[in-house]
């Protein structure tokens, strides 16, 4: 079952802090982050796995919280850079085979 | 080091004509996924190949639809008699083993049907 994004859009200007929220009504194994530009090829951003072990890059951070079958990723000062589309998907094991993704937050960052 | 390849970027199809869409993985990648993107929505996973094999593809339309992945070669994506409905686009991923957390992602092939 697709996991659920919020908020499905943002607005926020450079400097500004925003939250993208993933939930899913099954129990999660692992948490993927992508982040999508406009007419290009999905990029991979974080992982989370159950257990607390996260894996990522660039100054983006996330939150996995397995009680609440959640996961939030978090931009702080943000840049131009981050516009996009940040879609969550969620894997049956710590892989990144056969992701089920959401629909995607469209973040957009004006100067 | 060359990503994922996939060509065309653009095919436009008539309704009942084939679509042969091709996916070369990263160099050393033995694993790959074919997602498909309607307009505004998520990437819906269609099928998980290994050189050769079909390991998954309960993401594929039960007609119409097939997939390879032969020993030598592109993955190739196989739309049969496409309809309007099949208007996506189509993106491809690659890892180098099943444990892998990070797939990288092609630019994908946009598919209009008119």
């Known amino acids: 079952q697709q996991p659920v994004q919020s908020p499905q859009a943002v607005i926020l200007r450079e400097g500004e802090d925003a939250v993208i929220n993933c939930s899913s009504s099954k129990a999660l194994y692992s948490v993927h982050w992508y982040r999508q530009k406009h007419g290009e090829a999905p990029v991979f951003l974080m992982i989370?796995?159950?257990?607390?072990e996260q894996k990522g890059h660039e100054k983006i951070s996330a939150s996995f919280n397995e009680k609440k079958q959640q996961s939030s990723l978090y931009l702080t000062a943000s840049q131009l850079s981050y516009s996009g589309t940040y879609f969550c998907?969620?894997?049956?094991?710590?892989?990144?085979?056969?992701?089920?993704f959401g629909s995607g937050t469209q973040l957009t960052v004006l100067p | 080091n060359a990503g994922v390849m996939q060509n065309p970027r653009h095919l436009v199809r008539r309704r009942g004509q084939e679509a042969r869409l091709r996916c070369s993985p990263m160099k050393g990648h033995s694993h790959v996924y074919w997602y498909r993107q309607l307009p505004e929505e998520g990437l819906k996973f269609m099928v998980y190949l290994q050189k050769e094999n079909i390991i998954d593809e309960s993401g594929m339309p039960k007609e119409r639809f097939s997939a390879e992945f032969p020993k030598e070669g592109p993955s190739i994506l196989r739309i049969q008699q496409v309809v309007r409905g099949d208007s996506a686009a189509y993106f491809c991923?690659?890892?180098?083993?099943?444990?892998?957390?990070?797939?990288?992602f092609g630019q994908g092939t946009r598919l209009t049907v008119v």
């Open positions: 998907g969620t894997g049956r094991s710590g892989s990144a085979r056969q992701l089920t």
């Open positions: 989370l796995l159950k257990g607390g």
């Open positions: 991923a690659s890892s180098p083993d099943r444990g892998a957390t990070e797939a990288f």
